[in-house]
């Protein structure tokens, strides 16, 4: 909890740095890999609670590749004050899983407090693992629950709604996850959920918020949403 208030009390000192980021290719399920390469160019990332790392941008090629775009970036949440460590990576080469990428100059954004955030996949560890043969409702059941305990946790008031199963590979390991849409959120709980994020492997490209582009929501289908506030 002393964590949580620290950073919340930090939330307006926190951006997203965009460094330019020059290579051809890189594996779809990339997190792992690139969080090893900056670990190895900045030790002081490893284990740390302060940086979430969103990872590269492009297009799919296939199943297993993503093509970087012409102007590739790499993205990093961290607060401002440590704009400057992370400055030594421009120059730098990182190896990522065999792929080469060349890292340049950044940019640096302000958090939007926005009302609608998505992210791309969060995990969250359920107690007493995923049971087998594995069963995708209730997955997604127990999976929403830890959800909404977690943003209540967080005094967060909003609505989430799933938006499809993910998955992060660690080692050897796959991490069975979601892609996940909060609405209504306000100005505050929007930053503070963009600095806490939600669930965990936030160095790896998990549970990392940004302004949601499609939106309102479909309210259909699978959507769940509940209140914070209510529980």
Known sequence: MERVERLVMDA?????????????????????????????????????????????????LDAETMVLESAGVLRVRVPAQRIAELLALVGTTLEVAGHRIQIGAPTVHALPPVAVLDARLVVIRLTGGIAKPFDRAVFERRFLAEARRQLAALGICGELELSGRQSLRVAKQRILGHSVRVFGLSMDDSLKLQVLGLGGKRTMGCGIFRPARNVPPVRGGRVIAVAASAL
């Open 12 to 60: 307006s000192q926190y951006v997203d740095i965009a460094f330019s980021a020059r290579g051809r290719t890189v594996p779809r399920d990339h997190g792992y890999a690139l969080y090893s390469a900056l670990s190895g160019c900045l030790p002081s990332i490893h284990g740390a609670d302060w940086i979430a790392i969103h990872g590269f941008s492009g297009w799919v």
